[in-house]
């Protein structure tokens, strides 16, 4: 009888730790060495896509600086009063130009020019060309003011990401939201973007290099980065919290095994 408890005071943790799920696969990039160097093509292939709905602020400038001639295309600053402010405190803020369901913008003097799908430095030509008929060499220069990106799912921190700099890594924006939690599966990162009504769904594997030389490293404005749920947490949602479902785990265990050694004393005595 000392034998058969015996036996089951050394298997019960066994059993304990061989039911609990342990999370794995949570270190990224585990196929690169100590040491070694990769070409980022991503970079060479980024430049942000202005796109329906993009809001964009454009100015025109020029190195011989004829106000009169240069104001025409530029919209005037607006004014209006913050909340709190009286009559005489007054803010100023630029106006920006809405790209239309059409993916055109209404530009002054020139009218409708069509810019979604351009990238900035085709819409930037194809505004410099048009103003050059009536400015010599003008300077145009384009910024996506209302450039974002969302993060969802297991992170610490979920939701839209405001981006100043129009510039942003799938790593970048993850490090922005918190990084994952302990629960989130970086084998299964899916990316969702919109190209003007054409959805795309990529996947990612975190713990392969091979994301850097994803055209999809850099994101576009409006993308949406969704981190899936490993095992663990997909298996805790069946039962509550971790602790809950670990803690009611260990009393089914043991409580089994109380019972299997009280019948080996009423057997075996």
């Known amino acids: 009888m000392k034998r058969a408890c015996t036996i089951f005071i050394w298997i019960a943790p066994l059993l304990l730790f061989s039911c609990m799920t342990v999370p794995r696969n949570i270190t990224y990039f585990q196929d690169l060495n100590s040491y ?16 329906n709905n993009d809001q964009l602020l454009i100015t025109v400038s020029a190195p011989i600086l004829d106000q009169q001639s240069v104001a025409q295309f530029n ?7 913050a909340p709190g402010e009286t009559t005489s405190i007054q803010s100023n803020s630029v106006q920006t130009y809405m790209v239309e369901s059409d993916g055109t913008i ?15 430095s085709q819409a930037i030509e194809q505004i410099s060309r048009q103003v050059s008929d009536y400015i010599a060499n003008p300077i145009v220069n384009i910024q996506i003011v209302s450039f974002k990106v969302t993060v969802l799912g297991e992170v610490a921190k979920p939701g ?56 999809y490293y850099y994101l576009q404005q409006n993308d949406l980065l969704v981190v899936d749920s490993n095992n663990t947490r997909k298996q805790d949602s069946k039962y509550g919290t971790a602790d809950t479902y670990r ?6 265990l043991f409580s089994a095994v109380s019972v299997i050694i009280s019948f080996l004393n009423i057997v075996l005595k």
């Open 75 to 81: 919209l005037p600053m607006i004014t209006y009063l």
């Open 106 to 120: 209404a530009f002054p003097v020139l009218g409708k020019i069509h810019l979604a799908g351009l990238t900035k």
């Open 160 to 215: 839209p990401i405001d981006v100043k700099n129009e510039r942003i890594s799938i790593l970048d924006a993850l490090g922005a939201a918190g990084d994952l939690t302990i629960y989130g599966n970086r084998q299964n990162v899916l990316l969702i973007r919109d190209n003007n009504g054409t959805i795309e769904y990529v996947k990612f594997d975190l713990t392969k290099s091979d994301l850097f030389i994803s055209p």
């Open 247 to 252: 803690n009611s785990l260990v009393t089914v």
């Open 36 to 51: 070694q160097q990769q070409q980022l093509r991503a970079g060479e292939m980024y430049e942000p896509i202005i796109k």
